[in-house]
């Protein structure tokens, strides 16, 4: 009888020789799951391996984005503060008084 | 190459910042919004200069605050306004372009000139550095008069016996005088009685005008207006020697002012007299011929010439020299009224000017302006009642000479836009001798126009008009506007409307204003009456044209609440745009050729239309309109025939009130009682509202001609009542005297409804009753049976015989009585 048991358990682990078991972590995070505190110090943590050569691509197309997105408005406020130390004319209409740069940004915005 | 980077340095020193940036970037400018770029420009220079002179000391300092902010605000009168606002006028002030807006806050300019009037150099900079001084100290309250202190202080560091210490002593004399301290205003004009080097002519006159007015309020009319005569005669002699010597050729505007200024010396002994301003015609056309008619004042001295008096005054208005003679002038002018009425003591007016929602007005410029100076634009350098509103929007002027007055109100484009001040032409200030006037001004938010609006395109039958209702409004009045090549065509097209909208049928909109029958806008382009300009012609009619519209609103008493048009200066402020086009119809060949400018062709092709179809109302419309336009030119009385033919068939076809209107005033003016009858009848029964107190009146010098006196007394009474420019009470009077009523009686009426228009001021009727009065004590039974004779003679319409007689041989106050009865309406 034990002998047979053992004859069982020697092709048993014969069979299961090439198998290795690789999933402790695992079953530990399943019974024993980590706090959400340590996997965010885990994530602050972490170590990052940025290539410099994307870094300094990445930055590249950055700073040109807001380049161009901002452009016209940098030059936009320009003229905008000159335009207000302009004159700015005055005219009477439908019995009104407007500034002639607001009326005419009215009636376009309805005529159109 | 490679970084390796933990994750908590990266978010530390790179993610973190860049965030923030981003949201500085998003987040500022609309966090920005109440700094407009322009204010934050101004901040941002207030703060470089503050810092460039806290920098400075010494005498460096005072070039500084004297470069930078005594000269640059010197250039103009402090009392200088973007928008002048009022009853009978209103004016817009642009900034010019290489002015200069300081920066500075009114804290800052205080504190600056304040220091500049203790430390700066004792020379002209000071002076003006004082009056500006004085008027922060004004705008700020004035508190434990500073004001008073700072001249004073000021006048201790120059030179006693100078110029410049006169001149501040009496700017302190006149801010006493105006403050109704008169005692100190007395002992200040004591104390600048001295002779000094420089512009003593000029100081001369100021302190002269001073003591007229302070003579005036101590009941001393009678020797202000000697003092103020002599005074302006001097000043006058002065400048013609002056001239004289400068210009020995002798241009002479002063010389002939000189000479004229002898014939007012003569009025004050002429007494009660002469006509003052009652002969009228000198509106102004005074301006064009200037020489030759002041040369005939000087002439006329000779025979006495009261009657030549109010046009002289009128006339050296326009010819004085500097704003210290138009002061002198407009001082004299007030001050010979007031001796003929016998006013003894000056007036006071205080008040508050505030928004409707209760935020006082600061820094607002009130104008009390005399009515005989209305006729010009407010000149800050020679008003005499001038102030500035405190932090409260608080105002008071004291030492006031009785008589009619307006205010004008001065406000920067930011305190006017979007508000209003409801006044009307006919809002007049009867100060009183020895009262005290309170006079609070709110100004109302602007009313918004709801439909149509905005360019909106309409067609179909009529147009439904829509607006913001306004608490208390009692009833609204719709005006329509055709504008053309900068020209505006207004009309009232519906009065007391009482609910907030209205559906006006497009005929209605068609027949808006009724028929000009004597002046029409011209266009350039074709000669004589095809100048007349095509829209003023077709109005309404024409599809290609853009139409706007306003609403006033009105109280039950029938002053205005606020209104839809004024300053509309903000993108929040602009509201709905009160434009629209109206495309009904469609233009007819014959209309085509008017908006073309044919218009001789234009009239054949509607006499065409019409004859081939008597129901075509537009086109007879559109006939007798060319017809009337035709005749304003060619006075042709077959041309006006015709047209009112055509009026009787159109009146008949398109029963419309200004149609029947039209039709009555024609008949009033050819006495033909029954047709006049007839269309007035029809016209009060067409008009959408109670008969006004213009249609009253006409009625009344109807019914008056007709020698219905009882019902004509009575229509005119009603009119007096309701309107407020009582501009037909010379009819009224007239019909008083024709049925026999005394002159004390009708010198109430006059008094009770003072007339005011450009020619005449409100005393006018009154000092004409009060001479008849005169002139009846000489000889009672005489007089009144010429009086009977010549109302006789008016009430028949015998006009030429009248105005011969009236014209001839020595003038009366009968004369002119009935010359001024003429003139009425």
Do not use: C
Not at chain 2, 83 to 99: P, R
Not at chain 2, 730 to 752: D, F, I, M, N, T
Request: cysteine-free; charged content about 20%; proline content about 4%.
């Amino acid at each position: 009888m034990d002998n047979g048991r053992e004859t069982i358990r020697q092709r048993l682990e014969d069979e299961l020789a090439h198998v290795t078991f690789s999933g402790h972590s695992r079953v530990l995070e399943q019974t024993h799951p980590p706090t959400f505190r340590a996997r965010l110090a885990a994530l602050w943590n972490k170590e990052l391996e940025i290539p410099l050569g994307t870094l300094g691509a990445a930055a590249a197309v950055l700073t040109t984005g807001v380049l161009l997105f901002y452009a016209p408005q940098i030059t936009v406020k320009q003229q905008q503060s000159i335009q207000v130390q302009e004159r700015r004319e005055l005219i009477e209409t439908g019995g009104n008084t407007y500034w002639k740069d607001l009326y005419e940004q009215a009636v376009k915005q309805h005529e159109n | 190459m490679k970084i390796r980077i933990k994750v908590k340095h990266l978010v530390l020193f790179l993610l973190l910042p860049l965030t923030l940036l981003a949201v500085f970037v998003f987040i500022r400018p609309s966090a920005g919004t109440d700094l407009s770029p322009a204010q934050q420009a101004s901040a941002d220079a207030r703060t470089v200069l503050l810092q460039k002179l806290a920098a400075s000391s010494g005498s460096a300092r005072m070039q500084l605050i004297r470069e930078k902010v005594v000269e640059p605000a010197n250039v103009h009168s402090a009392y200088r306004f973007n928008v002048y606002a009022g009853g009978s006028m209103s004016q817009v002030n642009q900034i010019g372009e290489d002015e200069e807006v300081s920066p500075l806050l009114p804290a800052d300019r205080i504190k600056l000139l304040e220091e500049y009037v203790q430390e700066g150099p004792a020379d002209y900079s000071l002076q003006n550095a004082v009056k500006q001084l004085v008027y922060e100290y004004d705008a700020a309250g004035n508190a434990g008069d500073q004001a008073d202190q700072a001249i004073a202080a000021a006048a201790q560091r120059v030179s006693s016996k100078s110029s410049a210490a006169r001149e501040l002593t009496l700017l302190r004399a006149e801010r006493a005088l105006n403050a109704g301290r008169f005692v100190q205003a007395g002992q200040l004009l004591e104390q600048a009685e001295f002779s000094v080097q420089y512009n003593e002519s000029e100081l001369d006159a100021r302190a002269a005008w001073l003591q007229g007015r302070l003579l005036f309020t101590q009941g001393k009319g009678r020797e202000a207006l000697t003092l103020v005569n002599s005074a302006l005669e001097e000043y006058r002699k002065i400048w013609a020697e002056r001239d004289a010597a400068l210009n020995p050729a002798g241009s002479g505007s002063q010389q002939n002012a000189s000479g004229a200024g002898g014939v007012d010396g003569g009025d004050v002994d002429g007494g009660g007299t002469d006509g003052g301003g009652t002969d009228g015609g000198s509106k102004d056309g005074g301006n064009t011929d200037s020489g030759g008619s002041d040369g005939g004042g000087t002439g006329s001295s000779a025979d006495g010439g009261g009657n030549n008096s109010g046009n002289n005054a009128a006339e050296q208005v326009y010819h004085a020299s500097s704003s210290t003679e138009e002061q002198l002038v407009a001082l004299q002018t007030a001050l010979r009224e007031a001796v003929k009425l016998g006013f003894n003591a000056p007036a006071t007016l205080s008040g508050t000017l505030t928004k409707s929602d209760g935020t006082p007005v600061a820094r607002a410029g009130i104008f009390l302006r005399a009515e005989s100076e209305l006729y010009h634009s407010v000149q800050s350098d020679s008003e005499p009642y001038q102030i500035v509103t405190d932090a409260e929007g608080r105002f008071q002027f004291s030492g006031v000479i009785p008589g009619f007055y307006q205010i004008q109100l001065g406000f920067s484009f930011e305190q006017i836009d979007g508000w209003t001040w409801p006044v009307q032409p006919d809002d007049w200030i009867e100060l009183q001798a020895g009262s005290s006037v309170t006079h609070d001004i709110t100004l109302q938010p602007l009313l918004e126009l709801q439909s149509p609006v905005n360019s909106q395109v309409l067609t179909g039958d009529a147009v439904q008009f829509k607006w913001e209702a306004v608490d208390g409004a009692a009833y609204y009045n719709l005006s329509t506007t055709v504008e053309e090549k900068g020209s505006f065509f207004s009309y009232v097209t519906r009065q007391r409307i009482t609910d907030n909208q209205v559906e006006i049928p497009v005929t209605e909109l068609y027949n808006s204003g009724g028929f000009s029958t004597s002046s029409f806008s011209t266009v350039e382009g074709g000669e004589g009456w095809q100048s007349v300009s095509p829209a003023s012609l077709l109005g309404f009619a024409n599809p290609d044209s853009r139409f706007s519209w306003s609403i006033d609103a009105y109280d039950a008493q029938g002053h205005v609440i606020t209104r839809s048009n004024g300053y509309r200066l903000k993108e929040e402020t602009v509201g709905n745009l009160p434009f629209f086009y109206l495309k009904s119809r469609t233009m007819t060949a014959a209309d085509k050729l008017v908006a073309d400018q044919k218009l001789e062709e234009a009239l054949e092709a509607y006499r065409n239309d019409y004859a081939g179809n008597p129901q075509d109302d537009h086109a007879l419309k559109m006939l007798i309109h060319l017809l009337f336009a035709k005749h304003s030119y060619s006075r042709d009385a077959g041309t006006m025939d015709e047209a009112m033919t055509l009026l009787v068939k159109l009146v008949e076809l398109r029963p419309d009130a200004n149609f029947a209107f039209n039709l009555a005033d024609y008949y009033l003016g050819r006495s033909d009682w029954s047709s006049y009858n007839k269309y007035h009848a029809l016209y009060l029964e067409l008009s959408s509202h109670e008969p006004d107190s213009y249609d009253r009146s006409q009625n009344g010098v109807a019914l008056m001609y007709q020698g219905r006196l009882d019902e004509a007394r009575e229509q005119l009474a009603l009119a007096m009542e309701a309107d407020p420019s009582h501009r037909f009470i010379g009819s009224y009077l007239a019909a008083e005297l024709a049925a026999g009523q005394p002159l004390e009686s009708v010198l109430e009426l006059a008094k009770r409804y003072p007339q005011h228009s450009f020619s005449q001021g409100g005393y006018s009727w009154p000092l004409l009753i009060m001479e008849l009065q005169a002139e009846r004590a000489e000889a009672p039974a005489a007089f009144d049976k010429l009086l009977a004779e010549k109302l006789d003679a008016y009430l028949s319409r015998q006009d030429e015989a009248l105005e011969q007689w009236a014209g001839e041989a020595t003038p009366t106050a009968l004369k002119r009585f009935i010359k001024a009865v003429l003139e009425v309406g």
